[in-house]
């Protein structure tokens, strides 16, 4: 994948990109505001078209050189690092699984102009089942309505599409779900609460009542309980770790710098905090493999439906997720530890701060405890190594 594309003149590098998230990440933070600056650099990159076949008009980059590209956002602003991986898992989505004329054009169009696409798929009173709906497409001739309670869109308000999942129809069970583009401005969003987090907190992603009208040919082929499985989940947990895997880059580096420069008004005598940088390095090689084997593992099987949707893929994806989210905790915090006050300081150039608040997000906003719940109801029956 590349930065710069021969038919498109108007690009920017990605250290130009990475120049400025780094610029405007404290001020996101800060205000809990949408990173427009760095989205426009995304943009501004065709970064935002990375996953789009070439054939489609995108990069056609493969999900490791998207990760690589989300780990090297995340060191320099997790919330826009975030915004860029969940457009990726819906971009992918609609790649993988978007096959009519409808969507080859609505991909056609993204590559083009590359707006945002968001992700409607939980919803009130589901208990936080994806894979379960409230809300049912309505028909009305060619064309469909949608109205759903959604207790999170991040960066709704920011997004130009909206992919909200629903029950096929009216007379459908919960489990019955399909996957449907709301393109705007066929996409009315009330808010219904408001953002403001510990951390990510430039993801701005409060709740929104959602209503919606498309053509029916907007409803993707595909059920969404395979569009989950094989694409939509795998993708967003690799690159979601990616994205974490940044915040610990950036974590280790200040704590390498702290070690180094305490090294240096001792020579030939390590200081004691260099122990503790080798046993945190030891964590981040630990969550590097983590990321891109995974990431690897998806690539190898991508194209075989059946290994995608098996039960032992689902535990090792959903795995990738817990130990990624655990390991940035942890190493962000082993960070703080060894840089002391310097780290505990907003106003030190080796602060820590963002990146713990940033990463205690990445346990939560996809709740660990409900991988794993769903991971032991799996493993009951799991019988592959």
């Not at 975030?82 to 080859?104: N, T, Y």
Request: aromatic content about 4%; hydrophobic content about 40%.
């Amino acid at each position: 994948m590349t930065t710069t594309q021969d038919h498109r003149t108007e690009t920017i590098s990605l250290p130009d990109v990475l120049a400025i998230l780094r610029e405007h990440a404290h001020s996101v933070d800060r205000d809990a505001r949408f990173p427009s600056e760095s989205v426009a650099a995304l943009r501004a990159a065709n970064l935002l078209a990375a996953a789009i076949p070439v054939e489609l008009g995108g990069d056609g980059a493969t999900l490791t050189e998207l990760a690589h590209t989300a780990r090297a956002l995340g060191a320099e602003c997790a919330s826009t690092a975030m915004i860029f991986v969940m457009h990726q898992s819906q971009i992918l989505s609609l790649v993988r699984h978007g096959k009519s004329d409808a969507m080859q054009k609505l991909l056609h169009h993204i590559a083009e102009e590359q707006p945002l696409v968001a992700s409607a798929t939980t919803e009130i009173n589901i208990g936080g089942d994806v894979r379960s709906s409230s809300c049912a497409v309505e028909y009305d001739g060619d064309r469909i309505r949608l109205s759903k309670n959604a207790p999170v869109i991040s960066y709704g308000e920011y997004a130009e599409i909206i992919l909200a999942t629903a029950r096929r129809s009216v007379d459908s069970p919960p489990s019955d779900q399909v996957l449907v583009a709301c393109v705007k401005p066929d996409v009315q969003l009330e808010k219904t609460g408001n953002w403001d987090t510990m951390g990510f907190r430039g993801t701005c992603s409060p709740g929104f009542m959602l209503d919606a009208s498309a053509p029916s040919s907007n409803i993707l082929g595909d059920n969404y309980g395979d569009i989950s499985a094989q694409t939509m989940l795998p993708v967003a947990h690799v690159l979601w770790a990616s994205a974490w895997l940044g915040i610990a880059d950036a974590a280790v580096s200040k704590a390498r710098r702290f070690v180094q420069k305490a090294a240096r008004r001792t020579p030939g005598t390590p200081p004691p905090s260099a122990l503790r940088l080798a046993e945190l390095m030891v964590l981040h090689e630990q969550m590097a493999d983590t990321v891109f084997m995974s990431a690897s593992k998806f690539e190898e099987i991508a194209d075989d439906p059946q290994q995608l949707s098996a039960l032992g893929f689902a535990l090792k994806i959903n795995a990738t997720k817990v130990t990624a989210s655990s390991l940035v905790i942890q190493i962000v915090g082993q960070a703080l530890q060894i840089c002391g006050i310097s780290g505990y300081r907003e106003d030190s150039d080796l602060s820590i701060g963002r990146h713990l608040r940033d990463a205690h997000g990445s346990a939560i906003m996809v709740s660990n405890e409900r991988i794993l719940g769903h991971n032991s109801q799996l493993a009951l029956i799991f019988k592959g190594k």
